[in-house]
């Protein structure tokens, strides 16, 4: 028996690109010794990819398509190709040949020899400028603030185990940050290198507010950072107050200084502001207790047990 590969493939008004990209997969598929079967996941596009999707899917039956009633964004154009997919092991990527088919093999390849994940990482990007600076600042931003610790440029290029996409199924958060849950789940991985070519035909779909908002969701499921920075300001308002109340009472002591009433109300106010933060934080930490419990992600995830019937249902 082959082996399966489900490909998963978002498509926002890609139609200059469906049909060359359907060709490269069949003529890759030619050659090696596996079954595949492509989710076309149409986001609502408004060009004419889903005629040409439909064009496609009516001569070849492992062709599915999957289409929404609008635009409802990359990553839940991916959850759901990653929900309908049967296959052994399931590959996602862009409609844009910018991750790149020819790669497919090496991710299958390092698959087969005992990785449940394998990342895309591109490790040279032939993007605007612009892109290439806030791409790199925010993966940054993104290894230092959150609790995932794979390095570098990675995307949705990736290949997962039938095993991971079931885990990934079975989670109850609903706005899934990809990027973020899957290497969450600590898997075995491997990576594979590429040098990310530029988009030729059609302009990226990731307007600037899209890509804001992309970046937040990655940052807010996955860090507690931002909700910390009040007790950072609250600590640092407290302490300087601190030292203005000692110049004060130094000058008024030793110096004869007189101070008026409203000038010690004005340092006791900013000390008081700093107070404030400290709450602000505190209350934030509640709320990010809520949130935490809100998602209900598994308390961990289990590989492999022995001499013990497992209980999927269990915390996990
Ligand atoms: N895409 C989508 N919905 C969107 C935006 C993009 O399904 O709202 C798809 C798009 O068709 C492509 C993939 O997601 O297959 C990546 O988009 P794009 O190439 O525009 O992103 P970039 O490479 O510029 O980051
Ligand atoms: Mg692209």
């Not at 899934?176 to 530029?198: A, M, N, Q, T």
Request: hydrophobic share 45%; glycine share 6%; charged share 25%.
């Amino acid at each position: 028996m082959k082996k399966l590969i489900s490909i998963v493939i978002p498509v926002y008004n890609e139609a200059e690109n469906i049909e060359a990209l359907y060709d490269e997969i069949l003529s890759i598929f030619t050659k090696i010794n596996y079954n595949y079967e492509i989710f076309f996941v149409n986001d609502g596009s408004n060009d004419n990819s889903l005629s040409i999707l439909e064009m496609i899917a009516n001569k070849d039956k492992n062709v599915k398509v999957i289409s929404f009633t609008r635009n409802f964004g990359h990553q839940a154009a991916l959850s759901a190709g990653l929900y309908y997919a049967n296959g052994d092991a399931v590959l996602t990527m862009d409609c844009d040949f910018q991750d790149p088919p020819s790669l497919i093999p090496e991710f299958i390849d390092k698959w087969e020899k005992g990785a449940k994940i394998v990342y895309g990482r591109r490790i040279q990007r032939n993007d605007s400028f612009f892109k290439k600076v806030t791409a790199s600042v925010y993966y940054s931003l993104l290894y230092v603030a959150g609790d995932i610790k794979i390095k570098g440029n990675i995307g949705d290029f990736r290949l997962i185990d039938k095993v991971v996409v079931e885990k990934l199924n079975n989670i109850k958060e609903r706005n899934k940050y990809l990027r973020g849950i899957i290497p969450w789940f600590g898997y075995k991985y491997e990576i594979v290198d590429y040098i990310r070519p530029k988009r030729i035909k059609g302009s990226t779909k990731f307007s600037w507010l899209k890509m804001a908002r992309f970046a937040m969701i990655g940052i807010l499921n996955f860090s507690l950072l931002p909700i910390r920075l009040g007790l950072f300001v609250g600590i640092f308002i407290c302490s300087t107050g601190f030292l203005f109340f000692l110049y004060l009472i130094y000058r008024s002591l030793f110096d004869n200084q007189f101070y008026k009433l409203l000038e010690w109300l004005a340092v006791f106010n900013y000390v008081l502001i700093g107070i404030l933060f400290i709450f602000i934080w505190i209350i934030s930490e509640y709320i990010g207790k809520i949130y935490d419990e809100v998602r209900q992600r598994p308390l961990y995830v289990i590989d492999k047990v022995l001499n013990i019937k497992i209980n999927e249902n269990s915390h996990a």
